[in-house]
Each structure stands twice: as C-alpha cells, then as structure tokens.
C-alpha cells in the first residue's frame, strides 16, 4: 500500500497468531491513511495510520 493510500477492506486480512491491530478494530482502520509505504504482509500497526 502506498503512502497516503486510504485502507479498504480489500486491503486487509487477518492471520494469527499477530501482534498488530486486532480484527475487532477494523472499522476504525477502514478509512484511515497509510502514512508511509506498507509492504505486503506486513503486520499493521496503529503507527502506520494516520
């Protein structure tokens, strides 16, 4: 995802075990903002919204 990019739903998918944002706060990451490049498989963290 790039920079700036908004989060969708299609941009998302859950594995376990995982240390990052929990499934259950997936509406508030929907809409939220990318504030650098996320790399494929990388675990979200709320550091990386803006």
């Not at 706060?25 to 963290?45: C, H, N, S």
């Given at each position: 995802m790039?920079?700036g990019?908004?989060?969708?739903?299609?941009?998302?998918t859950?594995?376990?075990?995982?240390?990052?944002?929990?499934p259950?706060?997936?509406d508030a990451?929907?809409?939220?903002?990318?504030r650098?490049d996320?790399?494929?498989?990388?675990?979200l963290q709320?550091?990386h919204?803006?």
């Amino acid at each position: 995802m790039a920079a700036g990019a908004v989060v969708t739903r299609d941009d998302l998918t859950w594995k376990r075990p995982a240390h990052g944002v929990s499934p259950r706060e997936i509406d508030a990451v929907l809409g939220k903002r990318a504030r650098a490049d996320i790399a494929e498989d990388t675990v979200l963290q709320w550091s990386h919204l803006e």
